[in-house]
């Protein structure tokens, strides 16, 4: 079964930093193509960003709203997904999600305030 | 960007309806159209991927449909456990991203 927990979340100000874990099992992590998205309260979701598999490249890409600020790496010897959050702004207030293909995490809250 | 605008933003509805969640994307998507749906305190759940295709596990009564940019949601007979919200994802091109969300409510 596939399993996705995340954590790291917690209460930061703003323009501070946060860095994300999803420890990932079920699945051979290695292979998979992985995405973080989030849900901010009162809103829809929003796609934020994904890592391609080291054989597919490697490669990464982001939301538009997060690019130059969130990094996501991995850790494919821990089974682990990442996500770097720098210059957080009030908005980047939400529930973060870890996901591969379907199967999503539970999520971990974020708040940006001072 | 391709923006993804869904319709209505929520509706009501009676148990037994029939639903129909409409999502129009701005640029052509193929067939690169999911569905979630999402209840409070919980993750989005797959219904549809590949515009049609119904993911393990999901009841019949939900339906997907198009090609491009209009794309459909269809619950044929709304149950109680059916009260929820629902999103539409493009994942033709980079960003990926989400519709606003339907929220269907208890008539």
């Known amino acids: 079964e596939v399993q996705l927990v995340e954590s790291g979340g917690g209460l930061v100000k703003p323009g501070g930093s946060l860095r994300l874990s999803c420890a990932a099992s079920?699945?051979?992590?290695?292979?998979?193509?992985m995405t973080w998205a989030r849900r901010p309260p009162g809103k829809g979701l929003e796609w934020v960003g994904r890592?391609?598999?080291?054989?597919?490249?490697?490669?990464?890409d982001y939301a538009t709203a997060v690019k130059g600020r969130f990094t996501i790496s991995r850790d494919d010897s821990k089974s682990t997904l990442f996500l770097q959050m720098t210059s957080l702004r009030t908005e980047d207030t939400a529930v973060y999600y870890c996901?591969?293909?379907?199967?999503w995490g539970q999520g971990t809250l974020v708040t940006v305030s001072s | 960007d391709t923006q993804m605008t869904q319709s209505p933003s929520s509706l009501s509805a009676s148990v037994g309806d029939k639903v129909t969640i409409t999502c129009r994307a701005s640029?052509?998507?193929?067939?690169?159209l999911n569905w979630y749906q999402q209840k409070p305190g919980k993750a989005p759940n797959l219904l549809i991927y590949a515009a049609s295709n119904l993911e393990n596990g999901v009841p019949s009564r939900f339906s997907g449909s198009g090609f491009g940019t209009d794309f459909t949601l269809t619950i044929s007979s709304l149950q109680p456990e059916d009260f929820a919200t629902y999103y539409c994802?493009?994942?033709?091109?980079?960003?990926?991203?989400f519709g606003g969300g339907t929220r269907v409510e208890i008539k």
């Open positions: 079920g699945f051979t992590f290695s292979n998979s193509l």
């Open positions: 996901t591969r293909g379907g199967a």
């Open positions: 994802q493009q994942t033709f091109s980079v960003p990926l991203t």
């Open positions: 890592i391609k598999s080291k054989t597919d490249g490697g490669t990464t």
């Open positions: 640029q052509n998507s193929g067939n690169y």
